[in-house]
């Protein structure tokens, strides 16, 4: 017997959202059909929970719906669970026990909410405005993650220290907190559903008129209850919240500035999450992969580089930004301020300066605890003492300094990995023949990382493709370079990111589209580019 309501488009999908109660949807690609492995449990959930209509079911074909696009291609069973239209939970792979317990949970709650025992949970938040991503333990606890903007007037009247202690006072954990000028693309991708709001455009100018703070903040709770968000207003001495701080000139925005939204879906959390920290990766179980800065010192770099990085990895670190630079006396300086006035400081400074020295953002989980046991001892001969410590297994007997350096704490690694890959800005240009990707290679900017400052579709003159290339002046493909850019208009972006030049070199490519689809099939160059000229993208050098 049929009973999962079979779902293949939009128009079917955004029906089943319309269906009052709990569906458990199979989400699955075309190839394979719903899971097998699950029909005998669901039709037992079925029978056990059926009576009073409130457990319904679905198989969702990943292949013509929108919102499911991240599970194409993947050959793990997933499975989703709406709550009058709202995603609110998830288990990815064949886990029964968990699968029940959920139903199990969802379906009491729903009961004691239609027999008036329990209120449907209002999600509210004063300060802080946040949007949920779960991630499910098997069988014990689920991790939810959130992105928190703290507001400009906060952070002006110096309340984020105080907001950040109630959220850990209440539970949370605070796991990234970046200061930042918004702007305003930001602003309206996140406060999107707020677009039609009287006071919209106010709201976005007073959200670009100072910094926020932005939050990645998270808990962990037993799956017997659909976790929801706490208020976080004050309280007053009876226990009832009290009425959030207005600041008096921003009274023509109190009604956004004040406003306590939270998106309760998966999919707006993930969205959040990968637009604010497109670094931030929730892994397997939960887990996400943290960051820490690695230093390798000159001497290793020039006599053991390729051992090193090889170390690196073998451990579990991927490399997710590397820059080598020639550190100039004032960085070194003032990276290492705390060690200016030691005595070995001269020594340290001419070991610093004196070649090319290789930073790296390193990622996994726990990235920060792990870099630093590996690492060992500052001190060489306490690092001796431990010789399966980097610091050791690399250390050279003619230096009395260790040749690798590892942020201290979680906070430190923000701290020093903008120290060394601060936001940069850097030029970018959609060529003639791609201009008709655009939209394909816009979000590929968006969906890397990238916030794009500035875009404007414009035909290049002879005398703007003639400057613009100027450095290829005198070659033997300079003219047909000037007539290609000139063709047909062109797309110009600055793009804002850490490392940004870096990471939009990377981003397009090799130069040579064939050598691209070899190397970096994923770049903007092995999927859009012709040939070496109508290669579809330009970038800054620097």
Not at 51 to 71: G, S, T
Not at 88 to 98: D, F, I, R, T, Y
Not at 322 to 346: A, G, M, S, W
Request: glycine residues 4%; negative net charge; aromatic residues 8%.
């Amino acid at each position: 017997i049929l009973f999962q309501t079979l779902i293949t488009d939009q128009e079917q999908w955004d029906e089943m959202l319309q269906i009052k109660g709990i569906v458990v949807i199979d989400v699955y690609q075309s190839w394979c059909g719903p899971c097998k492995a699950v029909q005998n449990l669901l039709r037992k959930l079925r029978i056990d929970f059926g009576e009073d209509n409130m457990l319904h079911f679905a198989a969702a074909e990943v292949d013509n719906i929108e919102i499911l696009k991240p599970f194409r291609r993947s050959c793990e069973p997933v499975f989703l669970f709406s709550v009058h239209g709202k995603i609110l939970a998830m288990v990815k792979g064949v886990n029964a026990p968990l699968i029940t317990k959920i139903v199990t949970d969802l379906v009491q709650e729903e009961r004691q909410i239609a027999a008036g025992e329990k209120e449907r949970a209002k999600v509210l938040t004063n300060q802080i405005l946040m949007h949920k991503s779960h991630h499910f333990f098997p069988f014990s606890e689920v991790l939810t993650y959130s992105v928190g903007i703290i507001k400009p007037d906060d952070v002006l009247a110096g309340r984020v220290e105080e907001i950040k202690k109630k959220i850990i006072e209440a539970g949370f954990g605070i796991e990234a907190d970046e200061e930042r000028m918004l702007t305003e693309e930001q602003i309206r991708v996140f406060y999107s559903r707020n677009k039609d709001e009287p006071d919209f455009n106010a709201f976005v100018q007073f959200m670009m008129s100072r910094p926020c703070h932005v939050l990645i903040i998270t808990k962990k709770e037993a799956t017997g209850a659909i976790p929801h968000w706490i208020e976080l207003h004050k309280t007053n001495e009876s226990g009832e919240p009290e009425e959030p701080v207005k600041l008096a000139p921003l009274k023509e925005t109190e009604s956004l500035v004040n406003l306590c939204d939270v998106q309760d879906s998966i999919e707006d959390a993930s969205r959040q999450l990968a637009f604010f920290f497109p670094n931030f990766h929730i892994e397997e179980g939960g887990h996400h992969a943290e960051r820490t800065l690695a230093i390798i010192r000159p001497t290793l770099l020039k006599e053991r580089r390729n051992s090193i990085i090889q170390r690196i990895q073998d451990d579990g670190f991927q490399i997710a930004m590397q820059k080598e630079i020639i550190l100039t006396e004032e960085q070194v300086r003032t990276f290492y301020k705390e060690h200016v006035d030691q005595d070995y400081f001269p020594v340290f400074l001419e070991q610093m300066t004196s070649g090319p020295t290789l930073i790296l953002a390193l990622t996994r989980e726990n990235a920060v605890a792990h870099w630093r046991s590996l690492l060992g001892p500052k001190i060489l001969e306490e690092a001796k003492e431990n010789p399966e410590s980097l610091r050791a297994q690399f250390a050279f007997e003619h230096l009395p300094i260790n040749q690798l350096h590892g942020s201290s704490t979680p906070s430190d690694a923000q701290k020093e990995l903008k120290f060394f890959f601060p936001e940069e800005h850097t030029f970018a240009l959609i060529k003639p023949d791609a201009a008709t990707h655009k939209d394909e290679i816009m979000k590929k900017v968006k969906e890397a990382g990238f916030s794009i400052s500035k875009v404007k579709e414009q035909a290049l003159t002879r005398e703007m493709a003639l400057h613009f290339y100027k450095d290829h002046e005198g070659k033997p493909f300079f003219d047909d370079l000037v007539n290609f850019m000139t063709q047909g208009p062109s797309v110009i972006m600055v793009l804002s990111k850490e490392n940004a030049v870096e990471e939009w070199k990377k981003l397009m490519g090799p130069p040579d589209p064939e050598e691209a689809k070899k190397t970096c099939p994923e770049s903007i160059r092995a999927q859009f580019a012709h040939d070496i000229l109508a290669n579809a993208v330009h970038g800054s050098s620097d």
